[in-house]
């Protein structure tokens, strides 16, 4: 059986990676979303392994010194990180899956899986995002604060991704993120 590909999606907080991600898995079931690990505490309505597998500090490095994840990154004050096994798994038995995870991660994973497509999420306008974050009302006023600063500096980085999608109008960035995993998706490999 072909070998799955590994899919990056990348960018700040507030960015509209899980609203793109979302509709990208509803139309492809060959794509799979990478659970992570994260040491932050659950939020109203997340289950255990199913946002995340929600580990405490000292279990997290443990794993991590174990070489456990495929990265790991501290994101807003907490640990996040990608379990290898998992996503050897899902790529071993052909699917493609799709890594949710912060510009430090896409580094990681850029140096140590070279063919991984790499997307980078933007949004239109920092104005834009600060007013996403608000509406979604996930966060404090001081995360909202704290994850708008980061999300100048992780903008930096944009340049070493393959793509970059700005998420301006909903509907059009979603057909613009299908495109790109319709054309590099091992499915359409010869
Ligand atoms: P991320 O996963 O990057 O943190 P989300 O997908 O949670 O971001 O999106 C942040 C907020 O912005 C959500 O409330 C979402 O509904 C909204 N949103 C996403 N994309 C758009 C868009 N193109 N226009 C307006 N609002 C959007
Ligand atoms: P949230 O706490 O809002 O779910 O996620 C905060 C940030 O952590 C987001 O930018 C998200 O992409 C990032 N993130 C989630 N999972 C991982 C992961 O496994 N590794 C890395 N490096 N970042 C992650």
Redesign the pocket.
């Given at each position: 059986m072909r070998r799955g590909r590994l899919f990056v999606?990348?960018?700040?907080?507030g960015a509209g990676?899980?609203t793109l991600v979302a509709e990208l898995l509803k139309r492809y079931p060959r794509a799979r979303l990478?659970v992570?690990?994260?040491t932050?505490d659950p939020?109203p309505g997340e289950r255990e392994g199913v946002?995340?597998h929600f580990l405490d500090r000292e279990e997290f490095l443990r794993r991590a010194g174990e070489g456990e994840?495929l990265?790991?990154?501290e994101?807003?004050g907490?640990l996040?990180?990608?379990?290898r096994r998992d996503v050897e798994e899902w790529l071993d038995r052909g699917y493609d899956v799709i890594?949710?995870?912060?510009?430090?991660?896409?580094r990681?994973v850029r140096e140590r899986v070279p063919d991984a497509v790499t997307v980078f999420v933007e949004p239109p306008s920092l104005e834009a995002l600060e007013e996403r974050l608000r509406r979604r009302g996930?966060?404090s006023e001081e995360e909202i604060r704290r994850?708008l600063r980061n999300a100048v500096r992780?903008s930096g980085e944009k340049d070493g991704f393959r793509h970059v999608v700005v998420n301006d109008e909903l509907q059009r960035a979603v057909e613009e993120l299908c495109a790109i995993y319709e054309s590099e998706s091992s499915s359409t490999e010869t």
């Open positions: 999606v990348a960018g700040p907080s990676k899980g990478s992570s690990a994260t932050r939020r946002e995340y994840f990265e790991w990154a994101v807003h907490n996040y990180g990608t379990p890594l949710e995870i912060d510009v430090q991660g896409a990681q996930t966060e994850r992780e």
